[in-house]
């Protein structure tokens, strides 16, 4: 499986972006999509996972983010509303064969390339 993310920018305090992972290949092997990020300086985190209709979401972003899912076009979108300059970072797509909730990177089995999401105060 591959994971092509994108829709990552520059955006003000207070707007919104909204990322997507596509998925190409055994697209079938996935049963749980992520979402992760990396500040300059730090471990990448959790921020979302959607496994079947169950999502799950970082307390750091519960309230802004939402995480979805369109399997007719095998893409995962994570929808990101009153952003603050804490949330810049590389976000990054992955995805696990079993599904759950997996909330650590060792539980995942792909990986997208980063995009990067600036947001200025």
């Known amino acids: 499986v591959q994971l092509q993310a994108s829709g990552g920018g520059l955006v003000q305090a207070g707007g919104s972006l909204r990322l997507s992972c596509a998925a190409s290949g055994r697209t079938f092997n996935t049963g749980a999509m992520g979402w992760f990020r990396q500040a300059p300086g730090k471990e990448r985190e959790f921020v979302a996972v959607i496994s079947w209709s169950v999502t799950y979401y970082a307390d750091s972003v519960k309230g802004r983010f939402t995480i979805s899912r369109d399997n007719a076009k095998n893409t995962v979108y994570l929808h990101m509303n009153s952003l603050k300059p804490e949330d810049t970072a590389v976000y990054y797509c992955?995805?696990?064969?079993?599904?759950?909730?997996?909330?650590?990177?060792?539980?995942?089995?792909?990986w997208g390339q980063g995009t990067l999401v600036t947001v200025s105060s």
């Open positions: 992955a995805g696990k064969r079993a599904p759950g909730v997996a909330r650590t990177t060792a539980e995942y089995d792909y």
